[in-house]
């Protein structure tokens, strides 16, 4: 499995993808937007899923990862990572972050896997008062 980049005339794609993973999806507007910011960049199993992330200096954030149901649990959220942690790394970013929903098993393990360690906890971060988790992966080391 190797993701392609994502393009802006991928938008549309990405939000669907992100409607069927999350209850509270972003639109295809919102994914033109982040298409086109300088320092975004998006990787995409087309039909399958994708991973979106900031480069910043040194640090990198994973801003969301998105897995059709029907192929969860077959290591495409695995390769969309590890494809993100080696772009970001290219980009000269140290260490790779994200936030998860605390009650979110399946993504924990997905990132406890993929080398992702907690940094950090934000208290009701999310609409429905889930705490959030701030999970770290060293790069370039």
């Not at 640090?59 to 495409?76: F, Q, S």
Request: with cysteine; net charge negative.
């Amino acid at each position: 499995m190797i993701p392609r980049k994502a393009a802006h005339d991928d938008a549309r794609l990405l939000a669907a993808l992100h409607g069927s993973a999350f209850e509270r999806p972003w639109d295809e507007a919102a994914f033109e937007a982040l298409l086109v910011t300088f320092n975004v960049f998006g990787l995409m199993l087309d039909g399958q899923g994708f991973i979106l992330c900031r480069a910043v200096a040194d640090e990198a954030e994973i801003l969301t990862l998105a897995v059709a149901p029907l192929v969860r649990r077959n290591g495409v959220g695995r390769a969309l990572v590890e494809a993100a942690a080696a772009t970001a790394a290219a980009r000269g970013a140290e260490s790779l972050f994200l936030e998860v929903a605390a009650d979110n098993a399946p993504a924990l393990a997905l990132y406890a896997g993929a080398g992702f360690e907690p940094a950090g906890l934000r208290k009701g971060y999310y609409a429905n008062g889930v705490d959030a988790l701030v999970l770290r992966r060293t790069l370039n080391s």
